[in-house]
Nanobody, 124 residues
Framework: QVQLVESGGGLVQAGGSLRLPCAAS????????MGWFRQGPGKEREFVAA????????HYADSVKGRFTISRDNAKNTVYLQMNSLKPEDTAVYYCAASRLVVVTTTPAMYDYWGQGTQVTVSS
């Protein structure tokens, strides 16, 4: 069992930055691949970024590539999403998720545990 708690959301102007930590409980955090997803107003949940259990493999949605960076600190049971050059279209609730899969995946159904989400609002 893994419990995930996101934080770091808030209101930021376009072009600004935010860093979202996701703290995980449980001794097996380092064995999970981790992902970030988001759901904007009136939109379906979409993949943002994912990282393998070791941190050696990452994958990003085209819409955030070059602006967002996913990383993890297994000693602190935490995964991070650094978001730079934010745009109004990045406004959404951001969720972190944990997957038992060895490979990085973009599919929400392949994730076993989800956090409650944190709101990010980017003003123009």
């Amino acid at each position: 069992q893994v419990q995930l708690v996101e934080s770091g959301g808030g209101l930021v102007q376009a072009g600004g930055s935010l860093r979202l930590p996701c703290a995980a409980s449980g001794r097996t955090f380092s064995s999970y691949a981790m992902g970030w997803f988001r759901q904007g107003p009136g939109k379906e949940r979409e993949f943002v970024a994912a990282i393998s259990w070791s941190g050696g493999n990452t994958h990003y949605a085209d819409s955030v590539k070059g602006r967002f960076t996913i990383s993890r600190d297994n000693a602190k049971n935490t995964v991070y999403l650094q978001m730079n050059s934010l745009k109004p279209e990045d406004t959404a609730v951001y969720y972190c998720a944990a997957s038992r899969l060895v490979v990085v995946t973009t599919t929400p159904a392949m994730y076993d545990y989800w956090g409650q989400g944190t709101q990010v609002t980017v003003s123009s």
